[in-house]
């Protein structure tokens, strides 16, 4: 049974990821859908490529994924077929494949040309576009077929954490908040021990807080303490799932979690300073 997933930045109250599966299963009653979110903050792309980036590999190859962030209909703008990592993925060409693949190159680039074979007015294009488009795949069509292949689509450059040299510091940045409120920053486990070498000791600084150690993951939080609930609303730096730095608290929530207690946002810097 072919696979279509569904990300969306249109919330749960509209209509809207209704037409959606409704439009897919009146061309084809048997795929399977699977929502992976449609919580995206509206218009948010970098949002959308950490959620979209950390939950397709688990999906087996060949699975479509339609990603309805920014998606609007624009006639001036190229509505995409991305195949990478042995699945295919329809965006509109505004960047934000490039922030999911910043580091794999696609196997091929398609534009999708179903609004150009037609004089049909386009209202909305998830249903209009994207939907037939993906089922097209599912029932085993080829990309060729609903698509011109292309060479390059808009790229976006995703934020990446630097290291100052001489202040002995790397700079990162929040670029997610989760449901739990903990933290994600833009700092990779692999870039921080690259630097971390040379120094004998760090400390992560952020608004007027800091911690002086990164555990391997909220187990290994636990297990540091006699009881759990010694621990239970104490705060912790971890590598995270995505081997990124996280912020949290342990046991938080979106009310007591890492975002309402330390009051970071989005943008905003987490500095390591070694010695």
Known sequence: MSIITLTSDFGNLDYRVAAVKGKILSLNPEVNIIDITHEIQAFNLIQTSYI???AYKYFPKGSIHILSVDS???KSRKNLIYKADGSYFLAADNGLLSLIFFDIKPEAIYELTLNNRFDDVINFTSTDIFVPAAVHLANGGLPEVIGRK????KQLMFPRAVYNESEGMIIGEVTY????GNIISNINKDFFENISKGYSSFTIKFRNLSLSRIFSSHTEVVSDWK???EFHGQSAA???DSQLLELTIYKGSKKNGA???FGLNVGENIYIEFS
């Open 72 to 74: 609007f209909y624009n």
């Open 52 to 54: 979209v980036r950390n």
């Open 227 to 229: 009881r759990e609930t």
């Open 150 to 153: 292309i060479n390059t689509a």
């Open 177 to 180: 908040i989760d449901n739990f």
């Open 259 to 261: 975002k309402s207690l």
């Open 238 to 240: 971890i590598f995270n």
